[in-house]
């Protein structure tokens, strides 16, 4: 899971931040192995780390493994990390959720090879550590990954995520919790304002409150990048005594979209680590809880030495904690874990006005604000605050104005805005001071000083170390080998093929029975039928749903070879999609394997594939019959100027016809070929006309004298 790219090996390696002038977070000592996509919870003075997505392991992606940290040593660094029971889940498991209740911990959904998950876990913990083993309770109502979940009283909430079918939900659902740590029958509560995924949730004096996320459809936008539309968004609701939701209402917004953070909750405050906010960032941010139970206005901290997306945190006593994570939007993971004192060495956080040096203006001060995220502004002893560095360089100390002796806001005042809810310190420094140090332009300060009960703290303002040195890097490494999923089932990704990452995002597993349903499963059975075929292997999933490749990828269903007719010839097995569009199985070349027991075809989009057998021998066509196969277009989706071109395979025909229909039902585009299909059989046509962005359907017809062979699809553009 490294970058390909010499060249963004060298830009990433430029643009990351250095941590020596911000050096609030240390080194805890590493994971046991690279982790992202993980969850970590903490109990009995350990740290519980459970599941995730590694660079060193391969096969089907996620991991099952459950990791805790044997101590965490009063000087916040951890001891050494122990293996405890593995989950259930034999595909591993990643983007889930865990949380702690009455000294049991709970695993709830997730995704893996199989797809999303709705299966939830508990297990109690034993004096050494190690789990007491994991046993299954009441499933969540739906499949979701990339949710939250938080507990509040004997009541479990989980929100948002992303839902096996349907995308990104709003959905919020809660469960009560028996004393013997079962659980009740989940109820579903106010939705939140919108959907999101790769947010946080948790619940705080008597509210549930959910922060940021994805407000996108999906995981990936297109051609494999991140999604748009990161939101900033703060939400509460408040808890009624019967665990039902108050009306969602919005709270202090993030200082920009964040998804796919980790979130630690102190005493005081509730701190946020990384994430993605349109790039992989390190930004800290804090906000206080006020009086009334709402959180105040969000704030920076120093940064983490190093830009980390979808990493796991905790809180343990004074320490929070940054726990893995990924270098690239889902992607390049690491072991470093990182911690901040919270308390013995309090951080400040600390803002300027003005934040650049004008030489030419009349201003005298420079007015500097600074509030503790877990202790009180009162307490600080004005006269003690100094101005300790300049841009990171050491200066002389430079002390208040002895005519400001400091006083106490809430909330916005002399310019300084973002403050609703915070309770903060006001000095005024000498700007002549502080311009003989460094000259005109932007700067950034760091203050130290002590409280009343002899405390030190410090803090540095952010003004430089947030703005523009976060990177993404758009192109991931594109991985090709094969992948093996339950019941054998296989894909084999050639190089260049798969958009995104694969290990984070491919599911191959039997089809879900009960979410298919009783008449779509008559409907396939009756396809076969009116086909001459039949059954020669359980149906499987290939997602995303509709994926397409830029390479075609090879999929391998296993049969059994007893449970075929007998005089069957194994040679004759095929591999059928089926077209949910046109409402009907599609046989494709295949290829067989006696000694895997395995019949293989390729494919340039992921659906639901079963092997498929002859009932009967099958009557020799009329001399002008012929058959269509597979009809794709691509690139899909058209990306800038790319013209779309439709592809439809067939054994015959005299003409191709095909009309291209907007969403809204518009004929956007008509066009036709006439003759036989060209070589490799198939017919191949550029769709011309204007296509703004968005998605479009086909209707292609192949005829050959009166017989005529419909199929439909769809493709996106974005221009």
């Known amino acids: ?23 609030q977070f240390e080194a805890a000592g590493p994971l046991p192995r690279t982790l992202m996509s993980h969850s970590a919870v903490t109990l009995g003075g350990r740290i ?57 911990i709970y695993v709830l959904g997730g995704s893996n090879y199989a797809g999303q998950r709705s299966r939830v876990y508990v297990s109690g913990v034993n004096t050494d550590g190690t789990l007491a083993g994991w046993q299954p309770v009441t499933a969540l109502p739906n499949m979701v990954a990339a949710h939250s979940a938080a507990v509040f009283g004997d009541r479990l909430y989980v929100t948002g995520g992303v839902e096996r079918g349907s995308g990104a939900t709003a959905s919020v659902y809660s469960v009560p919790v028996n004393p013997d740590g079962s659980l009740g029958a989940w109820r579903g509560e106010l939705p939140m304002p919108e959907p999101v995924f790769g947010h946080r949730s948790f619940a705080r004096g008597g509210r549930l409150f959910a922060v940021g996320g994805f407000n996108a459809p999906a995981l990936y936008g297109a051609g494999g990048a991140p999604p748009s539309g990161v939101s900033s968004a703060v939400y509460a609701a408040a808890i009624n005594p019967d665990g039902t939701l108050g009306a969602w209402t919005l709270q202090p917004p993030l200082p920009s979209g964040l998804a796919f953070y980790g979130l630690a909750v102190g005493e005081k405050s509730v701190y946020l680590m990384g994430g993605f906010d349109g790039g992989v960032t390190n930004a ?14 969000w704030q920076p901290l120093h940064a983490l030495p190093q830009n980390l997306v979808a990493p796991a945190a905790a809180a343990s006593g004074e320490f929070i904690y940054s726990i893995g994570g990924g270098r690239a939007y889902l992607d390049d993971p690491v072991t470093d874990i990182y911690f901040a004192r919270t308390k013995s060495e309090l951080k400040a956080f600390v803002k300027l006005s003005p934040s650049a040096i004008n030489k030419d203006s009349n201003g005298k001060w420079v007015t500097v604000v600074l509030g503790l995220p877990e202790a009180e502004a009162a307490a600080v002893l004005p006269d003690s605050v100094r ?3 300049v841009n990171g360089q050491a200066v002389t100390p430079i002390a208040p104005d002895p005519k400001w002796t400091g006083k106490l806001y809430t909330g916005d005042a002399e310019g300084l805005d973002g403050l609703e809810g915070v309770t903060y310190l006001m ?28 405390r030190e703290f410090s803090g540095e303002s952010m003004n430089r170390a947030l703005s523009s040195r976060k990177v993404f890097a758009a192109r991931l490494e594109k991985r090709e080998g094969e992948r093996t999923g339950p019941g054998g089932v296989k894909v084999r990704i050639p190089k260049g093929a798969f958009k995104g990452n694969p290990e984070l995002l491919l ?29 020669a292997s359980e149906t499987f999933e290939f997602g995303p749903h509709g994926e397409t490749f830029d390479a075609p990828v090879t999929i391998s269903l296993p049969y059994d070879p007893a449970a075929l ?23 494709l070349p295949s290829t067989v394997s006696r000694a895997d027991r395995t019949v293989s075809a390729e494919t340039s989009h992921f659906s639901v594939y079963q092997a498929v057998l002859s009932a009967a ?10 058959t269509v196969g597979e009809a794709y277009v691509f690139p899909n989706p058209a990306v800038g100027g790319a013209r779309p071109v439709l592809r439809v395979a067939a054994s015959g025909g005299e003409k191709l016809q095909v009309k291209v229909y907007s969403a809204s039902g518009r004929l956007a585009h008509e066009g036709s070929l006439s003759g036989a299909p060209g070589a490799g059989g198939a017919y191949e046509l550029t769709l011309g006309g204007e296509f703004p962005s968005g998605v479009y359907y086909y209707l292609a017809e192949i005829s050959a004298g009166a017989q005529k062979v419909k199929k439909t699809g769809k493709f996106a553009v974005v221009r």
């Open 617 to 626: 021998p099958a009557a020799a066509p009329p001399a002008a019959a012929f």
């Open 1 to 23: 899971m490294r970058f390909g790219d010499p060249l963004l090996k060298t830009l990433l390696a430029a643009l990351l931040l250095p941590a020596c002038a911000f050096a």
């Open 48 to 104: 519980y780390v459970a599941g995730g997505l590694s660079d060193n392991y391969s096969g089907t992606g996620f991991l099952n493994s459950v990791y805790y940290c044997a101590s965490v040593n009063p000087d916040g660094t951890l001891g050494a990390w122990q293996s405890a029971s593995p989950m259930p889940e034999f595909l591993g498991l990643g983007m889930h959720a865990s949380l702690v209740h009455n000294n049991r």
């Open 427 to 454: 000095l005024k420094f000498s700007r002549q001071a502080v311009a003989d140090v460094i000259g005109e332009g932007e700067f950034s300060l760091k203050i130290t000083g002590r409280l009343s009960d002899g």
């Open 565 to 587: 007719p007998a005089g069957t010839d194994e040679e004759a097995l095929q591999v059928a999609y089926w077209n949910a569009a046109a409402g009907d199985w599609e046989p």
């Open 284 to 297: 800290v941010y804090f906000a206080p809880f006020t009086a009334s139970g709402t959180l105040g206005a």
């Open 507 to 535: 599911t191959a597993a039997p089809e879900d029975a009960v979410a298919v349903g009783t008449a779509e499963k008559e409907k396939r059975s009756s396809k076969l039928a009116a086909r001459g075929l039949k059954a």
């Open 387 to 389: 101005i300790a560095a």
